[in-house]
Each structure stands twice: as structure tokens, then as C-alpha cells.
């Protein structure tokens, strides 16, 4: 069945970097994008950007240019995510979640980033 | 960038009654292709949030067809014909016609 399988919660330092990991199973990763969306505690959703599973390319909404990363292990069928100078308003839980002609149609099951000094 | 604005923010229904979500958006949503990207999903207390109805109106698979969605333009409604238990949570509309894509700030359905 179709799963997309993130990695675990992370408590991190103001400054620090984080990567975390969304592992698709179940359908052909190259024929769907990802998206990633984050969500502050208690708060809605955010969505950050997507990244093109069949070429690599990412595009980032402008809250997220400049800290946050967009990459792949395609071999692996697993879309990554990397904050890295964490501020204490990342803190959040990020979802990633796949688009094609459906939108959204499967989605991860979020990692809580903590940024704590 | 759109903004979607969803009313009311909060909903109190009782089990059986039917109810209705606003979205309204600060710009048309109908793309050039034809197609209006207008999406609702649900996301239930402590999970990821699901999918209930994309294109305005088309049911996503699974989803039981006491919800409904209509609109054109800038005004969307996602109707529940009866609500049930499961149906608790908070529900959201998202575009996917302007980049970057926007979501609308929630409406929380509460038991009464």
C-alpha cells in the first residue's frame, strides 16, 4: 500500500541544523512530487514548497529561501528536508506530502522539530 | 499571494446535523487550463491532515459522500449531510492555482 514514512522527532539548539527524511513506498516516487508543509504547534498548515522528483528541482516559497533544503535520494524513493540555523520559530511539525493530478492525496505522518536552548 | 479566508472559525454541530464551510478567496482560482484548484481536507486531532475533495467538487476516493463541495471563482462551500463523530476536526481549504500555494486558516468542527 502506498505510505510515506517520515523520520522521528528531534529536539535541537538554537544554530543548529536538522535533516529530516520522507520515505515513500508503494507507487513509482518519480511520478509524483513532493511537497512540504509545516505546521507551528496549535496553529494551520503552511505550505513551504515542492520539489520535483523526476529532475531534483525545488522551489520554495519565500518565508522558506535561504535556510531550508529541498533534496532526494531517489534510489532510496525518500525526499529530504534540511533547516539548518534553527531559530526558535521552526519550531513546528513538517509534513511532507505528494501532489500529481491529485493533490495532497497522501501525506506523511509529521516530525516534531523542537528548537530549544 | 491568495489568501482564503474560511468562515466560521469554529463549529458547533451535533451528530446528524448538516453543516457548511465557507472559503472565500481574494482571487479568482479559475486557472487558465479551466480548472479551479480548490481542495478541502480534514485533519483529525493528533494525525496528518486527509484529503476530502480536490477540483472543487470531486470526491476523493474513500471518502464518504456525505460531503459535498461547490463553488466557482472566489466563493467555495464544503457541505457535511450529516454529521458523524469521525467527521470531528479542523477542516481546511487549499489552492493550488497561484503560486505559492495557500491555505485557509482552518474551521474547527466541535461536537454541540
Known amino acids: 500500500q502506498i505510505q510515506l514514512v517520515q523520520s522521528g522527532p528531534e529536539l535541537k539548539k538554537p544554530g543548529e541544523s536538522v535533516k529530516i527524511s520522507c520515505k515513500a513506498s508503494g507507487y513509482t516516487f518519480t511520478d509524483y512530487a513532493m511537497h512540504w508543509v509545516k505546521q507551528a504547534p496549535g496553529k494551520g498548515l503552511k505550505w513551504m514548497g515542492w520539489?520535483?522528483?523526476?529532475?531534483?528541482?525545488?522551489t520554495y516559497a519565500d518565508d522558506f529561501k535561504g535556510r531550508f533544503v529541498f533534496s532526494l535520494e531517489a534510489s532510496a524513493s525518500t525526499a529530504n528536508l534540511q533547516i539548518s540555523n534553527l531559530k526558535n520559530e521552526d519550531t513546528a511539525t513538517y509534513f511532507c506530502?505528494?501532489?500529481?493530478?491529485?493533490?495532497?492525496?497522501?501525506w506523511g505522518q509529521g516530525v516534531m522539530v523542537t528548537v530549544s536552548s | 499571494d491568495v489568501v482564503l479566508t474560511q468562515t466560521p472559525p469554529t463549529l458547533s454541530a451535533t451528530i446528524g446535523q448538516s453543516v457548511s464551510i465557507s472559503c472565500r478567496s481574494s482571487q479568482s482560482l479559475l486557472h487558465s487550463n479551466g480548472n479551479t484548484y480548490l481542495n478541502w481536507l480534514l485533519q483529525r486531532p493528533g494525525q496528518p491532515p486527509q484529503l476530502l475533495i480536490y477540483l472543487v467538487s470531486r470526491l476523493e476516493s474513500g471518502v464518504p459522500n456525505r460531503f459535498s463541495g461547490s463553488g466557482s471563482g472566489t466563493d467555495f462551500t464544503l457541505k457535511i449531510s450529516g454529521v458523524e463523530a469521525e467527521d470531528l476536526g479542523v477542516y481546511y481549504c487549499?489552492?493550488?492555482?497561484?503560486?505559492?500555494?495557500?491555505f485557509g486558516g482552518g474551521t474547527k468542527l466541535e461536537l454541540k
Open positions: 506530502a505528494r501532489v500529481a493530478a491529485i493533490p495532497f492525496d497522501y
Open positions: 520539489i520535483n522528483t523526476y529532475t531534483g528541482k525545488p
Open positions: 487549499v489552492q493550488s492555482t497561484h503560486a505559492p500555494w495557500t
